[in-house]
């Protein structure tokens, strides 16, 4: 079955950088858009950053040019560079992937890593 392993999480100083990481299987990886996204207390869940199989990027106006998604294929593994944080970054950070099944679109979620970022 899918699974999403989110990690790399903490606590940090704003202007400081974490780097997380989403381990990826019961899938064919290479083929598939990963995304992140981010639910702080009390707000719906926003888009962060996404990356499709040619590695073409998006991202949420409110971290461009501070966060950087990317992938490895060869370790199924999607991550997030985050530099320059702000404590509105502070939020649970969940890995995405969708599949058509059975001609329906699942999503798939990880269980989240929680960041923290002090002022």
């Known amino acids: 079955q899918v699974q999403l392993v989110e990690s790399g999480g903490g606590l940090v100083q704003a202007g400081g950088s974490l780097r997380l990481s989403c381990a990826a299987s019961?899938?064919?990886?290479?083929?598939?858009?990963m995304g992140w996204y981010r639910q702080a207390p009390g707000k719906q869940r926003e888009l962060v950053a996404t990356?499709?199989?040619?590695?073409?990027?998006n991202y949420a106006d409110s971290v461009k040019g501070r966060f950087t998604i990317s992938r490895d294929n060869a370790k199924n593994t999607v991550y997030l560079q985050m530099n320059s944080l702000k404590p509105d970054d502070t939020a649970v950070y969940y890995c995405?992937?969708?599949?058509?099944?059975?001609?329906?679109?699942?999503?798939?979620w990880g269980q989240g890593t929680q960041v923290t970022v002090s002022s």
């Open positions: 995405n992937t969708n599949r058509i099944v059975a001609g329906n679109r699942m999503g798939y």
């Open positions: 019961g899938f064919i990886f290479s083929i598939n858009t």
């Open positions: 990356i499709t199989s040619l590695d073409w990027t």
